[in-house]
């Protein structure tokens, strides 16, 4: 079939079955610790059955293949029972899994005996990525075609979301955020740097859970950000909101300082009434060589 860019579908079906079996032992017979109760007989069988379906699309002068959706569930038979053999079904789903920008889950468990969902789990996020710089100027007409690839100009591989139509790579060099003298600074290996400038990235999750008989237990969200905002000083953030109870549950940041061979960070956490910091200087090489100085507490209200 072709439909566009569109050139077939496919299903992908995975089934699984698996036997596991376990002889009682004798607590007469071995030597068995007090902590470590006797072990009876054990007879289980595990059904489950993977599901994946994918696209074939055209790209540029070749193909393309994309994970549209799984879908795995899974059950199991206890031999060994009196009543009840057959565990529930459990089932998770997930579309464009494997998308570096986008997430989005399901989870539900099925009791096969009272015929009812138990409980159903979604999750979804969403991810972004780019890098901070001043565009490089434009190449003066009639410059030879070498020219144009400037040092540190982004190319189609770049990933993630770059601000600006190019970054300069060099624009920003130690504690600065670039300014024109920097811009002639080569770029050094192993910074922080990204191939179009400074980096950042930034996360926004939601989470919200059923439960039968209750409806809606959980609604939380959750979302971080990190930027560099010089070649040497890095600095997050992160926080975990209830949205049923109307609350932050805890909030936390950090910010980090490139020393060349050693590294310094400060961070800080806020989980309800109780807070926690912390600064540690170490080497790079050896984690374990640092100076480290936590406190923590708890407000007095």
């Not at 053999?85 to 096969?112: E, K």
Request: glycine share 12%; net charge positive; proline share 5%.
């Amino acid at each position: 079939m072709g439909l566009g860019p569109l050139l077939g579908l496919r299903h992908v079906a995975q089934p699984s079955l698996s036997y596991s079996y376990a002889p009682k032992i004798d607590q007469g017979r071995y030597h068995v610790f007090g902590s470590i109760g006797q072990m009876g007989e054990q007879r289980h069988l595990g059904v489950s059955l993977g599901n994946t379906f994918q696209a074939k699309y055209r790209k540029g002068k070749g193909t393309a293949k994309v994970d549209l959706l799984s879908v795995s569930s899974s059950a199991g038979y206890n031999y060994l029972a009196a009543e009840k053999r057959w565990s529930g079904i459990g089932t998770s789903a997930a579309v464009l899994p494997g998308n570096p920008l986008f997430d989005l889950r399901l989870s539900n468990y099925y009791d096969v005996y009272r015929k009812r969902s138990e409980y159903t789990n979604l999750d979804a996020g969403l991810r972004l990525s780019g890098a901070f710089g001043r565009p490089q100027p434009k190449t003066a007409p009639g410059k030879a075609e070498a020219d144009t690839a400037l040092p540190g100009q982004a190319s189609d591989s770049t990933a993630g979301i770059l601000i600006g139509e190019t970054a300069d790579a060099s624009a920003a060099d130690g504690d600065s955020t670039g300014t024109p003298a920097d811009s002639a600074r080569p770029e050094t290996s192993g910074s922080l740097q990204g191939p179009g400038g400074l980096p950042w990235s930034a996360w926004l999750g939601l989470s919200q859970g059923w439960r039968a008989g209750q409806g809606a237990v959980q609604s939380m969200v959750r979302g971080s950000a990190e930027a560099s905002i010089t070649k040497n000083w890095k600095v997050s953030y992160g926080q975990y909101y209830d949205v049923r109870q109307r609350q932050m549950v805890s909030q936390e940041y950090s910010v980090y300082r490139d020393l060349h061979c050693w590294e310094a960070r400060f961070s800080s956490t806020k989980s309800g009434i109780y807070w926690f910091y912390e600064i540690r200087i170490n080497l790079k090489s050896i984690p374990e060589l640092k100076l480290q100085l936590p406190k923590s507490g708890r407000a007095s209200y």
